[in-house]
Structures are given as C-alpha cells and as structure tokens.
C-alpha cells in the first residue's frame, strides 16, 4: 500500500489549496480514508475523515466548514479542499486509512495503520 500526498505549498491568509492523496495497492472507494496534521511540537490530529458507506464525512469544529474531503472521479485520490485558510492551520499533513470500512468518525478517533508521506501547508502573510 502506498499513499503519496501532495498539493501542500505557502499561501496568505484566507486563501485556499487543495491536498491530494493517490494511492495504490488498494481501492479507496471501499476504504475509509482520513486526511491528519501535524504541526511542530503538537500531536498529529485528524481533520476529515471518508466513510465507504453512503460517503459520510466527519470534520471536526475546527475546520468545519472550511475543509472538505471527497473522492476522485475517475482516479484512484481522495482531495483535501481547505478554503479560508488560518495561519494556524500550518502544518505536515498526511492522508491515511485503516484498510477497512471503519465510519468516518472511527477513523477520526482511532489512528490508520497506513499513512502517506507528508505535504507542508504554511500559512502565513
């Protein structure tokens, strides 16, 4: 399984990216798949979160409504959308998946077994 994150860059406050994570060796469309960060000196945390099962998302408040998790049409990638960025949201992020059909919130409060490589959001003016 591999997982390869990217998309991370520098951007102003208030502005947007947009994380991909490809994957291979497994299908994420029938995988609960989950986007976390990790800033310096902070534990890493999760921040969306995929369910297989009628494609539920949990985001927790502290995102909510400026971050979005969702699939790829055609591709084998699950996107991270981040809008209205803070300079707090500055962090390593990561995507990661627990092989399996774990809901969303699950996957959330639990910890994937798999885990991509890092992309560095920074935030800042």
């Known amino acids: 399984v591999q997982l390869q994150a990217s998309g991370g860059g520098s951007v102003q406050p208030g502005g947007s990216l947009r994380l991909s994570c490809a994957a291979s060796?497994?299908?994420?469309?029938?995988?609960?798949m989950g986007w976390y960060r990790q800033a310096p000196g902070q534990e890493r945390e999760a921040v969306a979160c995929?369910?297989?099962?009628?494609?539920?998302?949990y985001v927790p408040d502290f995102v909510k409504g400026r971050f979005t998790i969702f699939r790829g049409e055609a591709k084998n990638v699950v996107y991270l959308q981040m809008d209205n960025l803070r300079p707090e949201d500055t962090a390593v992020y990561y995507c990661?998946?627990?092989?399996?059909?774990?809901?969303?919130?699950?996957?959330?409060?639990?910890?994937?077994?798999?885990w991509g490589q890092g992309t560095q959001v920074t935030v800042s003016s």
């Open positions: 990661g998946t627990d092989l399996g059909q774990a809901s969303s919130y699950a996957l959330c409060h639990g910890r994937p077994t798999e």
């Open positions: 060796g497994i299908v994420v469309s029938i995988n609960t």
């Open positions: 995929l369910s297989t099962n009628n494609e539920i998302t």
